[in-house]
Each structure stands twice: as C-alpha cells, then as structure tokens.
C-alpha cells in the first residue's frame, strides 16, 4: 500500500482503511489491524490513525472498545438514516423531490416482493391492514402503514431494499403526515387508503408482478393528490 502525502490525511487515511478492508475481504466482527501498523503500512502518525478510525466508527463502518482491539462493523439502517435526515435538511430537499424518491423504491419494491414474498411476509402485511381498519387517530395510522410498506420491502428479499426504506423512514415520517392531512382536507376517507392496501396485498400474494407495482403506484397517487392539497399542512382525522 503506497504511502499517503497528499492533503487532508485523516480522510485518505480512512479511504485507505476502506480499501484495506474490502482488500482483505474483512467482514462483521474481523479484527483490524493494530494502529501502530495501520500507521506504519500508510507512512502517517498514529494520531492521524486515530482520528481516521473515529470517522469511520462514526458512520458504522468499524467498532471500537475501551481495551479490545478495533473491529469491522456493518452500518445499519440507522447510519443512513442520519446521513440521509442531514442531508435532506443541508440542502432543504423539498417534500415533492422526496415523493420522487419513494416512489422509485416502493413500486420497485411492490414489484419485486411479489416474487419472493413468503407466508410471514404475507402475514406480516395482512396484520398492517387489519390494524388500519381499527385505527382511531392519524399517528396509529402512520404506524400500521409503516408496518404494511416495511413488510413489503422485507418481502423482496433484498437487503438493500430493505435498508433503504428503513433509512428513509425518519426523512418521511413529515411527509406522511403532509399527506395525510391533504388527503383528508381533498375528501379523501381512510377506507379508500386501506382498500389501496388491500390490492396491494392481493396482488402480491397472487405473485403479480405487474399488478402489485401498478397498485402500490395508485397507493402513491393518493398520496400525491394529498402532497399536492392545498391544506396539507393542516392535522386532519377522519374515517
């Protein structure tokens, strides 16, 4: 490993770790190298080690405890989450672009769960919209259709997927809330949202590829038409 003389130190150092660890293909729990011959190997002072290993603790990425060596972590969903939250209010990405964005991932989603899904995702889903028939404010309602859509995504037997809309959640949770209350000012009732569920389920179930992206797409479309209400900032609930 060539040796790091460029500026800003600490992030090649921790760049270099990176590529160290995919080198070694290092996995969950694997030791890394003590800081003397990680500063040695990279020809920078211990310190600049030190700091670089922070960073990446920081992002979820290496685990660090008082006395024991340094091992490699596998950051959660939870590490995105912040990222994402960050950059969100960083840069003010409007609630339209992040309509966009969950779009994308829940149609894909819906698609790819109907062939994969099992009998507990299945289960799991049923149980999210048999909860919506019985909800009695809007906050009890965010909760069961987070459950339905997380079960969904676990239902395509992707990681990523997974991951991803896990992450997202805390970035939509004021979207959803937006919505809803659009939704309800424009007439829109909670039965319709829980039949846009239903067929959803249905389709999936049924292992209907297109039909279970072409329902949750028309789930979403509610969810537009409430975005794009004109009192969707106003708390609502109505059966």
């Known amino acids: 490993m060539s040796s790091l003389r460029r500026s800003s130190l600490t992030e090649q150092a921790a760049e270099a770790i990176v590529e160290l660890i995919d080198g070694r293909r290092l996995r969950d729990g694997d030791a890394l190298p003590p800081t003397s011959e990680l500063a040695e190997m990279l020809d920078v002072s211990v310190p600049v080690i030190r700091e670089a290993i922070a960073g990446l603790a920081a992002i979820g990425l290496l685990k660090r405890q008082q006395g024991r060596e340094t091992t490699v972590s596998v950051p959660g969903s939870s590490h995105l989450a912040q990222l994402l939250s960050l950059r969100v209010a960083g840069v003010e990405i409007e609630d339209e672009r992040l309509q966009q964005f969950r779009e994308i991932v829940e149609v894909g989603n819906a698609q790819l769960a109907a062939t994969h899904r099992t009998d507990d995702d299945l289960i799991a889903m049923q149980t999210a919209v048999d909860q919506m028939r019985t909800v009695r404010d809007s906050e009890e309602l965010h909760a069961a259709d987070v459950a ?10 992707n990681d990523l997927c997974e991951l991803t809309l896990e992450a997202l959640e805390p ?5 959803r ?3 809803w209350s659009g939704w309800v000012g424009t007439g ?4 319709s949202i829980v039949e846009a569920h239903v067929s959803i389920l249905d389709a999936i179930r049924q292992e209907d590829e297109r039909s279970a992206a072409r329902a949750m797409a028309d789930h979403l479309a509610q969810a537009r038409t409430g975005l794009e209400a004109p009192d969707a900032t106003r708390p609502h609930f109505s059966k």
């Open 188 to 191: 829109g009732s909670l039965d």
């Open 177 to 179: 809330r937006r919505v």
């Open 148 to 157: 339905f859509h997380a079960a969904v995504s676990r239902a395509t037997a």
């Open 171 to 175: 970035v939509l949770r004021r979207l």
